[in-house]
């Protein structure tokens, strides 16, 4: 059965930094894009970042210069570098695959998402 797992969230202080990391496990036989989304209290989810298998980027208006989406194949990783943080980046940020496990289709995953809280 395939997991994603985020870590690195917490409470951070306006202008401030921090690290996203996502961990996909499982039977994984091809990962193809990944990315992070979020949703804030009373809003929907929405994509902040995505980076597909071949390392082409994209990026929400909104955190673009700020945010740095990266993956490592090997590991089955996906990072997001958050700087510059302002108090509307406050969400519960979302790992998303589109994962092929062995011997099935491809399909997206989604982990429990980790809480980002910026304060101002």
């Known amino acids: 059965q395939v997991q994603l797992v985020e870590s690195g969230g917490g409470l951070v202080q306006a202008g401030g930094s921090l690290r996203l990391s996502c961990a996909a496990s499982?039977?994984?036989?091809?990962?193809?894009?990944m990315g992070w989304y979020r949703q804030a209290p009373g809003k929907q989810r929405e994509l902040v970042a995505t980076?597909?298998?071949?390392?082409?980027?994209n990026y929400a208006d909104s955190v673009k210069g700020r945010f740095t989406i990266s993956r490592d194949s090997a590991k089955n990783t996906v990072d997001l570098l958050m700087n510059s943080l302002k108090p509307e980046d406050t969400a519960a940020y979302y790992c998303?695959?589109?994962?092929?496990?062995?011997?099935?289709?491809?399909?997206?995953?989604w982990g429990r998402g980790t809480q980002v809280t910026v304060s101002s």
């Open positions: 998303n695959a589109q994962i092929r496990e062995v011997y099935d289709t491809s399909r997206p995953y």
């Open positions: 499982g039977r994984i036989a091809v990962i193809n894009a």
């Open positions: 980076i597909s298998g071949g390392g082409s980027t």
